[in-house]
């Protein structure tokens, strides 16, 4: 059996807090858990008691007052309600704790290294001033806003503004083309959009005024745009207002708006894989539970931890780090390359921030690697107890090294969830050994299991990864999704009443979880995933183009491999220069996410008898499987070109 990479000590597992919700759970008689350090004992009794488990989280966080109706109705997913006639604000509890003399939160740009600290109660006046101004513009409950924004603290300030009011929130970074962002906010009609003028990234400002001049003609439904400027001046234009003007008022008291348990409080967008994004509608209380138990039990998060995950506004781990001022912690936020003009940059800023728990990639980690970085030794870490690590499968390798060059008593805690539910399934416990290229445990509330072909558990074997009870953060809806159709067919289709997710896990009988990679068509880069359907839209415009397929590999140590096969028109060689304006395309109307590792020649796409491209299957044959193994040869149109896509693995993998 492989040994531990990092074993909790005595008196780390005492002082945990879950270990305390155990003690708690028990001393107010909710369970029976005969050692409240086991955690296995408490994880089943939370799956098993699901009612009284998320009861038991409200009342421990002292959320408030509940509503006198059960907290779970409904007999079967997805036809269940949380707390169905309970009202709450996730703004309202976050400012109701907070401390306001202490750090909320601190930017680092990219540029200049300098920092810009904003105190809770600095926080709190921003956003009652921003919230003041959306509501003079017309903004009212359920109304939506949009940002198009780096990671800054206008950021979390517009976020924050919107949901005091009962509106709705969607954002998403400026590395999205107009087009890439239109396509996602028209669906949800905002009222207001705020964006920057631009943003800081590998070395250079990026000017994106025209850009956001290009978003709003593309989205006729807003009024007006109001404006940050760091950089660059502002439009004389009407429509614009500055950031400035926005938070001005510095008297209004803020006031957050009670609303529903399930009251939209964002929409986070899926990759688009089979078409258009589907908006995901998660609701204030399901968010504020799940994000309470995550960071405070999970990460062991108190007010007095800082919290630095690198990300950006695209990616649900925006959203999840920004809930660790729930706890009266502090957050970071970057703008800005992770490797700028050194790869251990996020170190860096780790140290001069004195982080307590970094949140980073399996990518990032090699990439140090790769570049003989010891951080422990070039950093002053000391402030540093937990390295967070999600957006791809965590190799043993990687966990070996954040053992021996970053701290043999730092845990590296994989995680792994998603945007649709913005937090994580499976992930670590302060209470919990860490192994290498397995992840601890499922999380508390998380019922996860393995399920083959016919909806039967498995274990030590491949299996799909599900979840057979509701979580109060499971999207409340799809936007715009009349009777839930696309929301039962994305995640209830295969097995009925049970969450499939799109993961290849193994759950083993020993210890810890393996985590093989999207079993769906998403593209995964670095955590944030971005759909194939976005590329395609692009790259077979092309003339010189018949058709492409792309697919995300995850490579057995550790680097993810996104290649492009593409279908030349008859007559017409892709040399550099189609190649390159492909790139360019890509970068330009999607993002720099979306330009693939490689570009390849191909004699054909496979397809299903119905026209579905087989992202799937030609993954897996990437992977080392056989077509026959793969896809069932009478489903296909063009059979024999599977065998081309073989022989292509056999070398792709390997270089």
């Known amino acids: ?124 006046t921003q956003v009652a001033a921003l919230a003041q101004t959306l509501r003079n513009l017309g903004v009212d409950r359920g109304d939506r806003v949009a ?42 009609e905002p009222r207001v959009l705020v964006a920057a003028t631009g943003y800081h990234y590998g070395g250079r400002h990026h000017d994106k005024r025209q850009s956001v001049e290009e978003l709003r003609r593309l989205l006729p439904s807003v009024r007006r745009t109001i404006l940050t400027d760091r950089n660059t001046g502002l439009p004389d234009d009407p429509h614009y207002l500055s950031w400035s003007d926005a938070t001005s008022d510095t008297t209004t008291p803020l006031s957050a708006e009670p609303v529903p348990f399930d009251h939209p409080l964002w929409v986070v967008f899926s990759s688009g894989t089979t078409g258009q994004p589907k ?94 970085c010891t951080p422990r030794d070039e950093h002053d870490l000391t402030m540093l107890r937990t390295v967070g690590v999600t957006g791809a499968p965590f190799p043993a390798a990687s966990a070996h090294w954040v053992a021996s060059h970053v701290g043999a008593d730092i845990p590296a805690v994989s995680i792994t969830g998603g945007t649709d539910v913005v937090t994580a399934f499976l992930g670590g416990a302060p209470t919990v050994p860490t192994w290498p290229g397995q992840i601890s445990c499922p999380w508390l509330g998380a019922a996860v299991d393995a399920f083959d072909d016919t909806g039967a558990p498995v274990r030590d074997a491949v299996g799909e990864l599900v979840v057979t009870s509701p979580m109060p953060s499971m999207p409340v809806s799809l936007w715009n999704d009349t009777g839930h159709r696309k929301y039962r067919e994305a995640y209830f289709h295969t097995y009925p009443g ?34 194939s359907a976005d590329i395609y839209d692009i790259v077979e415009e092309l003339p010189e183009i018949v058709e492409a397929l792309v697919i995300g590999v995850e490579r057995p140590d550790g680097s993810y491999w996104m290649p492009m096969f593409v279908v030349p028109a008859p007559g017409q060689v892709i040399d550099d220069d189609i190649k390159n304006r492909i790139r360019h395309r890509l970068r330009n109307e999607a993002s720099s996410r979306h330009v693939p590792d490689d570009i390849i020649t191909a004699p054909g796409i496979p397809h299903t008898r119905t026209g579905k491209k087989l992202e799937v299957p030609i993954k897996r044959i990437l992977l080392g499987h056989k077509p026959t193994d793969v896809a069932d040869p009478a489903t296909i149109d063009n059979l024999e070109v599977l065998d081309w896509y073989a022989h292509h693995a056999t070398t792709s993998m390997n270089t």
């Open 1 to 124: 059996m492989t040994d531990p990479v990092w074993t909790p000590t005595a008196r780390q597992i005492a002082d945990a807090r879950i270990t305390d919700f155990a003690d708690w759970l028990c001393r107010h008689q909710r369970a029976e858990i005969s050692d409240t350090t086991d955690y296995a004992a408490l994880w089943q009794w939370s799956i098993e008691h699901v009612e009284q488990f998320w009861t038991a989280i409200w009342d421990y966080f002292d959320i408030g007052e509940r509503g006198t109706g059960p907290a779970l109705t409904g007999d079967r997913m997805p036809d269940v309600h949380w707390f169905p006639d309970t009202e709450l604000n996730y703004v309202e509890y976050l400012f109701r704790h907070a401390e306001p003399d202490r750090t909320a939160l601190v930017e680092v740009d990219e540029d200049t290294g300098t920092r810009i600290t904003l105190t809770f109660g600095d926080l709190r």
């Open 147 to 188: 940002g198009y924004l780096p990671n800054t603290a206008e950021a979390v300030t517009a976020f924050l503004a919107t949901a005091s009011l009962g509106a709705v929130w969607a954002g998403c970074g400026q590395d999205y083309a107009p087009a890439g962002a239109a396509h996602r906010f028209a669906q949800l």
């Open 279 to 372: 908006g995901l509608v998660h609701g204030h209380g399901g968010v504020l539970l799940e994000h309470l138990k995550a960071l405070a039990f999970h990460f062991d998060l108190a007010r007095t931890d800082r919290l630095f995950w690198y990300t950006t506004p695209s990616w649900m781990m925006w959203n999840f780090q920004l809930s660790a001022l729930l706890l009266g912690a502090s957050i970071v936020c970057y703008d800005g390359s992770p490797t700028h003009r050194h790869v251990d940059t996020i170190w860096r800023i780790a140290a001069q921030t004195s982080t307590t728990v970094l949140g980073t990639s399996p990518g990032y980690l090699l990439a140090c690697e790769k570049a003989a």
């Open 498 to 531: 049970v969450w499939r997710h799109g993961d290849w896990v193994t759950l083993t009988t020993a210890h810890g979880i393996a985590v093989h990679g999207r079993s769906d068509a998403t593209l995964n880069r670095n955590g944030i995933r971005i759909g």
